[in-house]
């Protein structure tokens, strides 16, 4: 990213100086859940593609990588209806998976999925910024937490919390794996005036 394409951005983004109302703001963020519930209900399972790219990305999601040696355990946060899930079990064998969503219904279509079985796969749902992890899942005793495009989507005031909360689950030396948008990337700036909730915050 130039310094060209910086400033250019910067530009665009100083242009929309409105945000959403106090009140808005603060509807969108206490019922966030409830949102992607209704997101969720209206398009079911098709809106997002299965996530085939992923162990292109990440070596540690690949069959003979050191975590896939002995039975590791990974945590998805913000697992939707399972579009990463199944193409990394699929991969791998003898991999277990913990999936959280804070959307009740995502987490329904996980465990309706045919490919769904609690031998290999556990959903719950959680909100990773207040429900604790280790209610569900022993303390340090995952080997990987996957955290693809999730950050973003949280309130700056509340991600400390989530890290927290992962920590607690995740075993001395093991991997987070992050993937997100970041500041002046096309996502941002095609949002068009009216969806800022506060400066890197949209809905």
């Known amino acids: 990213m130039?310094?060209?394409?910086?400033?250019?951005?910067?530009?665009?983004?100083?242009?929309?100086?409105?945000?959403?109302?106090?009140?808005?703001?603060?509807?969108y963020k206490t019922?966030?859940?409830?949102?992607?519930?209704?997101?969720y209900n209206r398009h079911t399972t098709n809106f997002f593609k299965d996530r085939h790219w992923t162990d292109r990305e990440f070596e540690e999601l690949r069959p003979g990588h050191t975590f896939s040696e002995q039975n590791p355990v990974l945590l998805e946060i913000g697992c939707g209806v399972g579009n990463f899930i199944w193409p990394v079990l699929e991969r791998n064998p003898n991999l277990k998976v913990f999936a959280c969503d804070f959307s009740p219904r995502a987490v329904g279509f996980v465990k309706a999925h045919e490919a769904y079985s609690e031998d290999r796969c556990h959903a719950f749902v959680c909100d990773i910024t207040k429900d604790r992890l280790s209610d569900t899942i022993p303390p340090h005793s995952v080997d990987i937490v996957s955290a693809i495009f999730v950050f973003s989507a949280l309130p700056p005031e509340k991600q400390a919390q989530a890290v927290k909360n992962i920590t607690e689950i995740l075993k001395p030396g093991g991997r987070v794996l992050f993937r997100d948008y970041a500041m002046y990337d096309l996502a941002?700036?095609?949002?068009k005036p009216g969806h800022k909730l506060e400066d890197n915050l949209y809905v």
């Open 31 to 39: 019922e966030a859940s409830v949102n992607w519930d209704k997101f």
């Open 188 to 191: 941002q700036l095609r949002f």
């Open 2 to 27: 130039d310094d060209a394409f910086v400033a250019r951005a910067q530009e665009t983004l100083a242009k929309d100086t409105s945000v959403v109302p106090e009140f808005w703001q603060n509807k």
